[in-house]
């Protein structure tokens, strides 16, 4: 089974700053999408990037995709309140131990971003 | 309906009852997931159903989790003889083979 590594696992910081996630693995994917849920909702896209080195920006949130296509990151610049809640990434690859192409979520990082 | 639906959205049982948890995935959809959250926690992957091919097993965390699918419709996960530690949100998504993922609003299970 594919592993999505993300970090950090939990982020507190203020109105204003600037963050970074990351989404790392060892397995090659051909595609990586990004997700975000917010508190009793489930997770929707908010980005998909498919070629090594692509950046795609989304207003304030800036994500790119390792010219490997093994990690990706996403920032976000002056960070709101209204950003608040768990970032996924989720990588697209063939899974030899399933004999199956899946999509390989990480566990997610969860944001809270103070007024 | 237009999304994907589980139900019920809120499920309390007592230990060691059998629970049936219920997935309607949008149709046409091949590829559907279960996943499990806890409380203020990320997603933990369960199970993995693409059309036809054997399921992906691998995140089922005991034999007393299993689920089933009836061809690329409806999903039911069923966890038997349940323990406190099982509760959680569980999550059921579908996509069209490996494309966007879409997710149901889970069902809130507590266990007494």
């Known amino acids: 089974t594919q592993l999505l590594e993300q970090s950090p696992q939990f982020l507190s910081i203020q109105e204003g700053e600037n963050l970074t996630v990351y989404c790392n693995s060892s397995?090659?994917?051909?595609?990586l999408q990004w997700y975000r849920q917010e508190p009793g909702e489930g997770p929707v896209l908010l980005v998909t990037?498919?070629?090594?080195?692509e950046v795609k920006k989304l207003k304030r949130l800036t994500f790119q995709f390792g010219d490997a296509r093994k990690d990706s990151s996403l920032h976000i610049t002056a960070a709101q309140p209204g950003d608040t809640g768990l970032y996924l990434c989720a990588g697209e690859g063939w899974d030899s131990g399933a004999g199956s192409y899946q999509l390989t979520f990480g566990k997610g990082t969860k944001l809270s971003v103070i007024p | 309906g237009a999304g994907v639906s589980q139900s019920p959205s809120n499920k309390v049982t007592e230990k060691g009852k059998d629970v049936e948890l219920r997935c309607d995935p949008i149709s046409g959809h091949t590829a559907l997931y279960w996943y499990r959250q806890r409380l203020g926690q990320g997603l933990e992957f369960l199970i993995y159903?693409?059309?036809?091919?054997?399921?992906?097993k691998s995140g089922l965390p005991s034999d007393r989790f299993s689920a089933e699918r009836t061809g690329e419709s409806v999903s039911t996960l069923t966890i038997q003889r349940t323990q406190q530690e099982d509760s959680a949100v569980y999550l059921c998504a579908s996509s069209f083979v490996v494309t966007e993922a879409f997710f149901g609003q889970g069902t809130r299970l507590t266990v007494v």
């Open positions: 397995s090659v994917f051909s595609s």
């Open positions: 990037v498919v070629t090594g080195g």
């Open positions: 159903f693409q059309g036809n091919s054997a399921p992906d």
